[in-house]
């Protein structure tokens, strides 16, 4: 009896400590690799509106407005570039990496020819290539979003006004330089459009949108398979939603937006948008790791926030430094590490901070005899 008891215990155990390490545990894994997030812009000026990505060659990239221009930092193999002014006049800057090499691609929204349109732009591993008007229309162009399809193919949106109300474009490219196919996408209305390829190989996209100044703001969504799907509200219009982020990685697809002084949550599941949870704040951004973990960050009055999912909720932890006000905060994965940017008001000016979250090493002290 007792050695089967002991033969149990051992069994027993070994089972407790592989649930342990592969789920409840996991959410203690995590900690700042920098001993304090990093200041990335130049002191004394207003920076705001980073984004971060992540390049298949694992160097870091971080863009922000900064004096009506767009700016630029990169981290490879540890060491970061100097602040560099890439595009003198614009806003608006997002990223996106290639799927394999160094290439990194950028869109923005600038003045040009007393209209606002959208220009792209390639990184090659060691430069920026000249901006091309990808828009190039009477009508005015903001918001881009950009996504890579696993092909290597590169998925532009934005808002356009061209028709006389806001509605989504779309462009291809093969390479991030030549733009030949522009598309007007009439029943896609709105703004402030978020695009990503999810695990079904479909260009998933959300925005806002709301017909009229009587009535609130909405998330909308759809999807190019094939054809584009017509589109779905995941907003009832009770109260304000905006500011759509989207994430995915081979299994996984989460959906982020503020919803009146909330933020919220939503995963893909069953072929279909389902929340998932709620928090107070502004500004949320959303990640998924390779291995599957979540992040999910926000602000608040009180600073920059961020929790983490895998297979159980960890405990709301803080980013940033003291400051009067944080917002605008953004998240990319790579691998299993996840990369935040954010901005703080010191008092006298916002400044772009950097920090990163790694997976430790972890080992439970249990001798099995």
Not at 216 to 233: C, D, E, F, H, Y
Request: glycine share 8%; aromatic share 10%; hydrophobic share 40%.
């Amino acid at each position: 009896m007792q050695a089967k008891a002991n033969v149990w215990m051992k069994s027993t155990l070994r089972t407790f400590v592989l649930f342990l390490l592969g789920a409840g545990l996991v959410l203690a894994l995590y900690r700042g690799a920098e001993a304090s997030p990093l200041l990335l812009s130049p002191a004394g000026v207003d920076a705001r509106h980073p984004e971060i990505v992540v390049s298949a060659g694992q160097s870091v990239h971080v863009v922000w407005e900064q004096d009506g221009g767009i700016w630029h930092r990169m981290r490879r193999q540890g060491v970061w570039t100097a602040p560099t002014r890439i595009v003198a006049s614009g806003e608006h800057p997002t990223l996106a990496a290639a799927p394999s090499g160094d290439i990194v691609y950028l869109a923005w929204s600038q003045v040009f020819g007393d209209n606002l349109e959208i220009f792209a732009s390639r990184w090659d591993g060691s430069s920026w290539s000249v901006g091309q008007n990808v828009s190039s229309n009477d009508g005015g162009s903001a918001t881009p979003a950009l996504a890579v399809a696993p092909t290597g193919d590169v998925h532009l949106l934005w808002s356009d006004t061209s028709s006389g109300s806001p509605i989504l474009y779309h462009a291809v490219s093969p390479d991030g330089l030549a733009w030949p196919d522009v598309t007007p996408l009439p029943d896609l209305r709105g703004s402030n459009p978020t695009a990503v390829f999810g695990p079904d190989g479909a260009l998933h996209v959300a925005w806002q949108y709301r017909p009229s100044f009587s009535e609130k703001n909405r998330i909308w969504t759809s999807s190019l398979q094939g054809t584009w799907r017509t589109p779905v509200a995941l907003t009832d219009g009770s109260t304000h939603a905006l500011a759509p982020r989207l994430a995915a990685n081979a299994t996984q697809m989460a959906l982020t937006w503020q919803e009146g002084s909330k933020v919220r949550l939503a995963e893909w599941r069953n072929n279909a948008w389902q929340s998932w949870l709620i928090d107070k704040g502004l500004g949320a951004d959303v990640g998924l790791t390779q291995n599957g973990t979540l992040l999910w960050t926000w602000t608040s009055s009180q600073g920059v926030h961020y929790r983490f999912w895998h297979g159980a909720w960890s405990s709301t932890y803080d980013w940033g430094q003291s400051a009067q006000s944080r917002a605008d905060a953004r998240l990319a994965t790579a691998g299993n590490q996840t990369y935040a940017v954010w901005t703080e008001n010191d008092g006298q000016n916002w400044q772009v901070l950097f920090d990163e979250l790694s997976p430790a090493n972890l080992y439970m002290p249990i001798v099995l005899r």
